[in-house]
């Protein structure tokens, strides 16, 4: 009797809960988006994870800097410090000095949770950028994903300025000089330099606004907007679909990989555990940023070997190659060694980051959905333009530490400047020739192993010699080789109709190329696999129908 009750009781327990799920899913459709989510597929290759590090440091950086907030005071009212760390005793120092020295060393595993946030930080920023290179090499910008990139270059500039604004509130010596350089690009900016700065910082440099203001926008406003745009970004990853790179049974229409419960969910949990792993292990053996050694901040003083964190190195390096120019126009002053690296080149390397796949397109004339990656090496030109801008990057950020050079190989400073001055102009075009060129081999390269097949090893004798035996090539990896999207060449009219800077770019872009050899059938395939959802399929399966009935 009391086990039909029981059973009566569940049963009527299952029906209150299967009655309430329907009523709210027949308000918001959640059972319908849950199972379209959960039977996602995620393409299965490591490159794809490189976002997904950002994520997981991202959710780390909130964790440690929630914890770090109930410690940190953003007071700048300066009296002598009383606290553990003897040799600063009696020194004056800011309240948010002495609140970040109380941290390391007197908050049970203050310092640790510090420095997983530093190192975390530095993490975030590198996967952001390396998941942006592989972005650009691969094409992932291409329609119908200009919005994500161009909300994935914002997430990149915020991560920068959420960098800045966490480094520099410390208050301590080194952080004092990244402000001081920080205030001094300001007022390099014509006519309205002196009032941004006043605004900034709440009068003359340092004041006693400017670390409240960063505290608020380090904790408040940046993490709010990172929020807004990854919760879009990750909305349209899900609507878009993800790309993948060719293969078998992979298309322009199709998305194969993983579903996200159990396989990847499983996969993703763990690159977590691992992310949050690696930054402990970081912090707990690798020291960083111990502003005990430089001391509180003083307007009138400044430490040597200064060197600002490395994703806004390329800055420092760029000011420290301009040489010394300065314009006085209508009662204004232009100082161009301050304006120039500090405002115009990061302006431009931002404007040339969200234009570049709008001009791509303009160029190419392709308005066409694409899915799949490309290889680098099929599309030299666009490889060789990201090797260039990455070259350049390192011969600023190289130049940033030209004096920490100079000590360490004993080299007189002035020669290192005039070396980097000169590597700034010649590198990146070489750079961009030698990848161009290597691209072009590595595609003749897979003309020749799609003729003859891989070496094997042996040789062989025959007559009049020697030879190394030779296998075809897999199934894969001739699939692989042979779906390249590129443009087809200029026709004679097509090449009249347009116009001639875009004809110019066209051919400079895409005129050089070696394509690999394909049988009718193989063409068919291909152009078939490369079909994007809005057209279409080649109707050679009604061609034929219609063949056999005539």
């Given amino acids: 009797m009391l086990l039909l009750r029981r059973k009566a ?250 579903p996200m419960v159990p396989q990847y969910a499983a996969k993703s949990i763990g690159l977590f555990l691992a992310v949050f792993g690696v930054l402990t292990l970081l912090a707990a053996t690798l020291q960083i940023n111990p502003i005990w050694t430089y001391g509180p901040y003083r307007a009138d003083q400044a430490s040597i070997n200064s060197q600002p964190d490395w994703y806004v190195g390329f800055i420092e390096g760029a000011l420290r190659l301009m040489p010394q120019a300065e314009t006085r126009l209508w009662g204004h002053t ?44 099929d599309q030299p030109t666009r490889t060789g333009l990201g090797v260039a801008g990455v070259t350049t990057y390192a011969v600023l950020l190289g130049a940033g530490g030209q004096d920490v050079l100079s000590v360490l190989f004993t080299w007189p400073i002035e020669s290192l400047t005039w070396i980097f001055r000169g590597a700034f102009f010649l590198a990146p075009p070489l750079a961009f020739w030698l990848t161009r060129r290597v691209c072009l081999g590595l595609q003749a390269q897979d003309r020749v192993r799609l003729r003859t097949g891989d070496g094997t090893g042996e040789v062989e004798q025959v007559a009049g010699g020697y030879q190394e035996a030779r296998t075809p090539l897999a199934g894969a990896e001739q699939h692989t080789i042979l779906v390249r999207d590129v443009p087809p060449r200029l026709t004679a009219d097509e090449a009249r109709r347009t116009g001639a800077l875009r004809r110019r770019l066209y051919f400079w872009y895409y005129g050089e190329r070696v394509e690999p050899d394909r049988t009718p059938k193989q063409r068919r395939v291909v152009k078939k696999i490369l079909t994007p959802p809005e057209e279409p399929e080649e109707p050679e399966a009604r061609e034929k129908q219609q063949a056999g009935g005539e």
């Fill in 9 to 258: 009781r569940q049963a009527r327990r299952r029906e209150r809960a299967l009655g309430a799920s329907r009523a709210l899913d027949r308000r918001l459709p959640l059972m319908e988006a849950g199972k379209e989510l959960l039977r996602k597929a995620f393409p299965d290759h490591w490159s794809f994870l490189l976002g997904e590090i950002a994520l997981y440091s991202f959710l780390v950086l909130v964790l440690t800097g929630s914890y770090l907030t109930f410690f940190f005071h953003p007071d700048m009212a300066e009296k002598p410090y009383h606290g553990a760390y003897i040799p600063l005793r009696g020194v004056d120092a800011s309240e948010a000095y002495a609140s970040v020295l109380r941290i390391s060393f007197e908050i049970r595993g203050g310092q640790l949770i510090r420095q997983i946030h530093h190192w975390g930080a530095l993490v975030f920023v590198a996967a952001i950028g390396i998941h942006l290179l592989r972005i650009f090499f691969t094409g992932a910008f291409r329609r119908p994903r200009e919005v994500n990139w161009v909300i994935g270059v914002t997430l990149f500039g915020l991560s920068l300025l959420e960098g800045f604004a966490g480094y520099s509130l410390p208050d301590d010596l080194l952080s004092g000089t990244g402000l001081r350089t920080f205030q001094g690009i300001m007022i390099s900016i014509p006519i309205v330099g002196t009032y941004v700065s006043f605004f900034v910082f709440g009068g003359q440099f340092p004041g006693h606004e400017i670390v409240p203001r960063l505290f608020i926008s380090h904790v408040l406003f940046i993490p709010g907007l990172l929020i807004a745009l990854i919760t879009v970004h990750l909305f349209l990853v899900v609507y878009l679909k993800h790309t993948q790179w060719p293969g078998k049974g992979r298309t322009n229409r199709n998305v194969v990989g993983k």
């Fill in 334 to 377: 232009v100082v161009w060694d301050a304006f120039i690296p500090g405002v115009v080149i990061p302006s431009l390397l931002f404007l040339v980051l969200y234009a570049y796949p709008f001009l791509e397109r303009w160029v190419t004339g392709n308005w066409k959905e694409h899915h799949l990656c490309d290889r680098p090496r």
